[in-house]
């Protein structure tokens, strides 16, 4: 299954993309403690979740998409692979979030991650 959700942000794309193409900020990431970014993986620790560690498959500054994946968690995905990129629309910056995640019953949990996630990242923006 699929998630795909879009949020409209008050910002410009250079701003916002300032934020979320870098995988050492997570200011803006909902739930994590800290995170220790080694270049091509992250791992979080969550906040009452334990640990987590994302690839990051690319970043690309031409479209401003940033595609990653959990390659670790507790307890174990199946599949996990996600996709973030920004358009500019008449209100500031389309943010797109695809994610695709098995089993699907964690789908609730990962929309809820993404949904405040998206809050943070403008309260990180306002300040």
């Known amino acids: 299954m699929a998630i795909e959700l879009e949020y409209t942000l008050p910002y410009a794309v250079a ?39 994302e690839e990051i498959f690319n970043i690309d500054h031409a479209t401003h998409t940033i595609t990653y994946g959990v390659i670790e968690s507790t307890p174990p995905l199946e599949n996990h692979r996600a996709s973030m990129s920004l358009s500019e629309n008449p209100e500031g910056t389309l943010l797109t979030w695809h994610t695709t995640v098995e089993p699907v019953a964690v789908e609730p949990f990962i929309k809820q991650g993404m949904d405040a996630s998206a809050a943070k990242l403008l309260a990180v923006l306002a300040s």
């Open 15 to 53: 701003d916002v993309w300032q934020i979320i193409s870098d995988p050492s900020r997570i200011d803006w990431v909902a739930g994590v403690a800290s995170c220790d970014y080694d270049g091509k993986v992250r791992r979080f620790k969550m906040d009452g979740a334990g640990a987590l560690a």
